[in-house]
């Protein structure tokens, strides 16, 4: 069974007891209430008899009733019977003969009255002849209200003169009753009523009485609701019944139990509401848990696929990692072996240059050692002919050419020695003046004319002078190549400041350079030289070695004819001076 018709039988379930209960609950509230009314109302018609039951033998002892019944004077028993009616606040008195014909009443001309049966009483007055106490009620109708009689005989000794009756009026109960809403019958023995607050029942005959207090659908008391305006189909009343011992009457009230079926009606509205009300808070409750169930289980789906995903991409990049690490490692090895591989290109270069000029060196060398020689010989000669002072000055020019050449070999051996990777504060005069020394021998032995133009002070750059020294041997040696066929061979040699940057220039008047050579000139093996010449490595290495430095380098034809190549070198700042 599905949660929504197990919902709508429990509701119904709820429903109909609430309906049970309330009803069942209000129905005693109108029966506790009403066999109040029962009590009360009952209790009013009672006293009121109970008055009168003992008023009438009372009267019969007085001898002015016993007078007036045995003269059968009419004014004289008007006059007793009106004072006795009047004392006893009774609706009429009557005096009534041996034969229970009327002789006088309390009220005028009662004997005038065109009803023939409105003063017979028969069974009160045999009751009275008996000595008993009469009784009898003279049924109502619609129009009048019902009267009750008491009649007491008059005797004296044994002589019975005749009888004396009260009639009571039962007006004033039913106006006591009149005050309660529910319809309140009296019914006397035979089933006809009494007394009612409902006027049209009045003389009526309820045949057959229920002392069940239940909701009647007795045929008799329908028959008595049916003259009730509105009432139709199911019972509308509570019969309570009461027994009024001393009459031997029934009283019953017919309790309305349309207002409590109302309240039971209106008990089950709210079940009903509270149901829809309490079925629809559950129903968000139990869409809410699903709904959050659901997003629960989502979530945790997602999630498991979020872990799987982070673990294998976890696993990918540790792959990832391990291959970077091991490209990390190579290209470590890769630039250390191109360090290498550069260091030696370096020296390889060097010693290019230097082979390129070995020849003038040599010349350089063995010009001042047959000198040295000839000096030496004069000076051992000056000696032997005792003119020692003489020898000295041939000495001193043997001494300073020693100097000299020893100068020469040990730049030589500075320059050939490997270059380090280091940077510091480095004088382009100190490297400009011993580049010089090892390319001035080419220089002269080519008769090229070097002009220089140094500025005062030392200009310090940043740097490595054996490298430093390298490039400006290139250059200088370059320019000397470009210049072999050349007339008045010249290079110009310039250092400046310019903005915090040294300007180191090597210009030639050679025949400069060919465009398609010049996009390739600081390519590493570009050569215009014959094999044996060039490596084609010195302007590709200077480059390298300017950049490293934060420099840069151009080349240019100059207008007048020749190249010009310009550096430019940061110059060392006052700390980094000061610091060395
Ligand atoms: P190499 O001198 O071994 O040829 P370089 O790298 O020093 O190698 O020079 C490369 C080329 O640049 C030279 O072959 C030459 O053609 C050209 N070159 C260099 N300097 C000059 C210059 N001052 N004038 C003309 N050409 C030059």
Redesign the pocket.
């Known amino acids: 069974m599905g949660l929504a018709s197990l919902a709508m039988c429990l509701s119904l379930a709820v429903i109909w007891l609430t309906g049970v209960v309330s009803l069942r609950f209000f129905l005693n509230e109108v029966e506790t209430r009403s066999l109040a009314t029962l009590e009360v109302q009952s209790a009013v018609l009672e006293k009121l008899l109970d008055k009168f039951r003992l008023m009438a033998p009372l009267m019969a002892r007085s001898p002015d009733v016993y007078q007036t019944l045995v003269t059968k004077d009419p004014i004289l028993g008007r006059q007793v019977a009106a004072i006795a009616a009047g004392m006893g606040g009774a609706q009429e008195v009557w005096f009534l003969d041996d034969a229970g014909k009327l002789v006088a009443s309390s009220l005028e001309n009662a004997k005038e009255r065109t009803e023939p049966d409105l003063h017979a009483v028969p069974t009160a007055f045999r009751q009275a002849v008996q000595g008993q106490l009469g009784r009898e009620l003279l049924i109502g109708s619609p129009v009048n209200t019902s009267s009750y009689v008491f009649a007491s005989g008059v005797r004296s000794g044994n002589r019975f003169a005749g009888a004396l009756a009260i009639k009571v009026d039962l007006q004033d109960v039913e106006q006591a009753w009149a005050l309660s809403k529910d319809p309140i019958v009296a019914m006397e023995e035979g089933g006809r009523v009494a007394v009612t607050n409902v006027r049209d029942w009045r003389g009526l005959v309820y045949s057959s009485v229920q002392n069940e207090k239940v909701l009647t659908s007795d045929p008799g008391l329908l028959g008595l609701t049916a003259a009730l305006p509105g009432v139709t189909g199911a019972p509308k009343y509570l019969d309570l019944p009461s027994r009024l011992q001393a009459l031997g009457w029934d009283v019953h009230v017919l309790a309305d139990i349309g207002e409590a079926r109302q309240q039971s009606g209106r008990a089950m509205i709210i079940a009903l509401l509270l149901c829809v009300i309490l079925w629809g808070l559950l129903g968000i409750a139990i869409y809410r848990r699903d709904e959050l169930s659901r997003r629960f289980r989502r979530d945790r789906i997602e999630a498991v696929r979020l872990e799987r995903r982070v673990r294998s991409r976890t696993a990918e990049l540790r792959k990832a990692n391990t291959l970077l690490e091991q490209e990390v490692r190579d290209r470590l090895q890769a630039e250390e072996d191109l360090r290498r591989t550069q260091a030696e290109l370096v020296q390889a270069a060097k010693l290019?240059t230097l082979g390129q000029m070995s020849a003038a060196l040599s010349h350089e060398y063995n010009q001042p050692l047959a000198a040295i020689r000839s000096d030496a010989e004069i000076a051992d000669m000056l000696i032997e002919r005792g003119r020692a002072e003489e020898a000295r000055s041939n000495l001193s020019k043997i001494q300073k050419m020693v100097a000299r050449m020893a100068e020469i070999a040990r730049t030589l051996k500075g320059f050939t020695r490997k270059s380090g990777t280091g940077v510091n504060p480095v004088s382009l005069n100190q490297v400009i003046d011993e580049a010089l020394l090892m390319v001035r021998p080419q220089l002269k032995q080519r008769d090229i004319l070097l002009e220089t133009d140094l500025p005062e002070g030392a200009v310090i750059v940043k740097g490595g002078r054996i490298r430093l020294e390298q490039v400006l041997v290139?250059?200088l040696?370059?320019?000397s190549?470009?210049l072999m066929d050349v007339g008045k061979p010249k290079i110009d040699l310039g250092l400046s400041r310019h903005e915090g940057m040294a300007i180191l220039t090597?210009a030639?008047n050679?025949?400069?350079?060919d465009p398609e050579?010049l996009p390739h000139?600081?390519d590493p093996f570009?050569?215009?030289?014959d094999v044996g010449?060039?490596?084609?490595?010195?302007?590709?290495i200077?480059y390298k070695i300017i950049h490293d430095f934060g420099g840069s380098i151009t080349?240019r034809n100059r207008e007048t004819g020749?190249?010009e190549?310009v550096i430019q070198l940061p110059l060392a700042d006052s700390e980094t001076l000061a610091a060395e």
Not at 526 to 529: L, V
Not at 533 to 540: R, V, Y
Request: proline fraction near 0%; avoid cysteine.
């Open positions: 290019a290139n250059l040696s370059n320019a190549d470009a090597v030639d050679g025949s400069g350079l050579v000139i600081f570009f050569t215009t030289k010449e060039g490596l084609g490595l010195g302007l590709s200077t080349v020749g190249a190549f």
